[in-house]
């Protein structure tokens, strides 16, 4: 009398660390669980066997299925363009990044149809970050995904899931269960301490270049603290769209964050009147003078003359900055310019005001200033500049008493 087989069999993976199973009905398969725990697999295995064996013969895997998933010309992208709802490249690209960087590495060999909301949500709970420095070191790669990543990686797989019930591969989508994370940042950005202010913007222009490196890394800077706006926004503008004469600096567009020179509306998709001091009017009148490309077609922050500045490239100019004056930035970078011009803004303008010049949405500052001429706009904003005067000069008598 032969040996009774075995209802279920197992094998840990080496890679992943996990237990597959197989069953006595078709021991040649093994199905990957969720468990690093030998008992827990195998109890798995006991409590999904009908499911599994129920299922068609050939897996369903990420690692097959993921690939290319958000691509550009891919089908998902094409039927939202076809809907009229396309995405950005900079979102595209983080989507394609969830892709080869979590979802392939932690969900590779699971089947679509076999895992579980828990198992999702317990496998990007442990996940670690992503790192792509060479030679990056043990601790540095076994950092737990920040709260921010882990929300939008689930929002990732969710997309994905939606698709592929709209296929019929699937029936539900396991992430619909998962309580969401919280997109609070562990390290939320604040406004630069005024120390740290008085030393990245010094009174003359010759320190000034001496800590930025050059007139245009110089007035760029000076241009993000005395606006507030986001960097893709100060890449935008041409030497045509600046007035001079008042300080003023209208925002219609920002950059596309991930292209050379794709142009699109400011984030909120409000015109920004955006007023310079006149030591920033002064940088800028220099490093016009001293620009190859000074014409009113011209972008007024570029190197080359053929697209502005990258967003890298403001990130480097200011990193090396910080680096210049030996800070321990605590992880700053240009985007702290804008909270910093918010923080010290409210000193003197109220909220409804700060508001207009950030281009934060408000549906009454929305009616009012949705497609105004530039003319009409410097009418209707004027009084802020001489506002920001006001507070520019008592901050410049405390520095220098200071």
Aim: hydrophobic share 35%; charged share 30%; glycine share 6%.
């Amino acid at each position: 009398m032969g040996r009774p087989r075995k209802e279920i069999k197992y094998k840990l993976d080496q890679a992943s660390g996990r237990y597959m199973v197989s069953f006595a009905e078709s021991p040649e398969t093994f199905h990957m669980t969720p468990e690093t725990d030998l008992e827990k697999a195998l109890a798995w295995g006991r409590r999904n066997k009908n499911r599994i064996l129920a299922a068609p013969e050939k897996p369903l895997l990420f690692k097959d299925l993921a690939p290319g998933f958000f691509d550009e010309d891919g089908a998902w992208y094409q039927d939202r363009v076809k809907k009229g709802q396309p995405m950005t490249a900079a979102s595209l690209g983080i989507r394609q990044s969830h892709i080869v960087n979590y979802i392939v590495p932690l969900f590779g060999d699971y089947d679509i149809r076999e895992i579980l909301g828990a198992d999702i949500d317990r496998i990007i709970l442990d996940a670690e970050r992503f790192t792509a420095r060479e030679g990056a070191t043990t601790a540095a790669a076994k950092k737990p995904l920040a709260r921010g990543t882990r929300s939008k990686l689930l929002y990732s797989l969710k997309l994905m899931y939606d698709r592929w019930i709209y296929l019929g591969l699937v029936k539900h989508n396991p992430t619909a269960i998962i309580q969401k994370y919280s997109k609070d940042p562990e390290r939320p950005r604040s406004a630069l301490p005024e120390e740290a202010l008085d030393r990245l913007f010094p009174a003359t222009h010759g320190e000034l270049v001496q800590v930025w490196g050059s007139s245009m890394w110089a007035s760029l800077m000076l241009v993000l603290w005395d606006t507030g706006n986001r960097p893709g926004e100060v890449r935008a503008p041409l030497w045509g769209e600046y007035y001079p004469e008042e300080r003023y600096l209208p925002v219609r567009k920002a950059i596309e964050g991930g292209t050379k020179d794709k142009k699109k509306g400011t984030k909120g998709g409000t015109i920004k009147p955006s007023y310079l001091s006149e030591r920033t009017a002064q940088e800028l009148a220099i490093w016009r003078a001293e620009s190859r490309f000074h014409q009113d077609t011209d972008y007024i922050f570029t190197v080359t003359g053929k697209a502005p500045v990258t967003d890298a490239a403001i990130g480097d100019a200011f990193a090396r900055a910080l680096a210049r004056l030996r800070y321990d930035s605590n992880g700053w970078t240009p985007y702290y310019l804008r909270h910093t011009f918010v923080t010290y803004a409210l000193r003197s303008l109220d909220d409804l005001e700060v508001q207009m010049l950030t281009g934060h949405t408000n549906l009454a500052t929305n009616k009012l200033y949705r497609h105004p001429t530039d003319e009409i706009m410097l009418e209707r904003t004027k009084h802020l500049r001489n506002k920001l005067d006001q507070r520019r000069t008592s901050t410049s008598k405390k520095r220098d008493a200071r």
